[in-house]
């Protein structure tokens, strides 16, 4: 019970040490889905499918969907047709989302367990911030990519208007955590979450990244103003 207590009330530190970030997800799951709904006014729904559209998957097609948490961004994936596993470190995650019968790999998105050129395409939505090495993840990525496949990166970023960006800014440093001790199992995480979001490179420095780490043709896409970023890239046939 008292370990209970303890992995409850966990964050993780802004050098997302490995095992420290598992442990923070495992303290979430239990009622993650519900408190991204809440956080997020709805709009997760929308952000999701926004998702899966930028894919453009078809029936039959391979994806991965990497740091999956409970499957929730899996589901979505899954209406296209395409095959879709998940993959995530967090073995607390993964078991919250089991019911959702999706196909499930426990991995680390900087060692990924498939061969090369495995999937047509990879997508990992709120996971890339919170991974402790983001270049060698997008790496990764390419490497089990197949030739002509595509990313897409879902991740929070820089609201584009400046009074929006100020009050959303405000939003997370100072309602979120509250919001968050009101619903979730481990409200600590929400701090995590708004330090990281904060700390997280914005739309144009992340395009950078991505094709730094081999991408092709990296473009984004503002959602909610920029609350949100989808960034697509290809690796090259
Ligand atoms: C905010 S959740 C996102 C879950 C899901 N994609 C969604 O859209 O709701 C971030 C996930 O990233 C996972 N994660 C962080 N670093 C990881 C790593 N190195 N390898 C695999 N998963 C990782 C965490 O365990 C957590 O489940």
Redesign the pocket.
């Known amino acids: 019970m008292a370990n209970t207590k303890q992995r409850d009330s966990f964050r993780a530190s802004l050098d997302k040490e ?1 095992h420290e ?2 442990s923070m ?1 495992d303290g979430v799951a239990r009622r ?1 889905d519900l408190t ?1 709904t809440v956080i997020s006014g709805g709009q997760d729904k929308y952000w ?1 499918w926004a998702t899966r559209r930028a894919l453009a998957l078809r029936p039959g097609e391979r994806v991965l ?6 499957g ?2 899996t589901v979505e994936l899954g209406k296209s047709g395409a095959w879709c596993v998940a ?4 073995k607390g ?1 993964l078991a919250a989302g089991r019911h959702r019968g999706v196909p499930m790999v426990a ?4 060692a990924l367990p498939f061969a090369d050129d495995s999937f047509d395409a990879v997508t ?4 890339l911030r ?3 090495d983001p270049d060698l ?1 997008l790496r990764e990525m390419l490497r089990v990519t197949k030739p002509g496949g595509r990313l897409v990166v879902a991740e929070f970023s820089t609201p584009v208007v400046p009074v929006f960006r100020t009050l959303y800014m405000e939003y997370l440093m100072k309602a979120l955590p509250a919001v968050a001790r009101a619903v979730s199992s481990n409200p600590d995480a929400y701090v995590y979450l708004a330090e990281s979001v904060r700390a997280w490179p914005n739309q144009r420095q992340l395009a950078m990244r991505v094709a730094a780490a081999g991408w092709s043709s990296v473009k984004w896409r503002n959602l909610s103003g920029g609350v949100v970023a989808l960034h697509r890239g290809f690796k090259l046939g």
């Open positions: 490995p970030v598992a997800f993650y991204n999701r969907d990497l740091a999956a948490g409970t929730v961004s993959a995530d470190f967090s995650m991995g680390d998105a900087m990992i939505s709120y996971g919170n991974v402790a993840a």
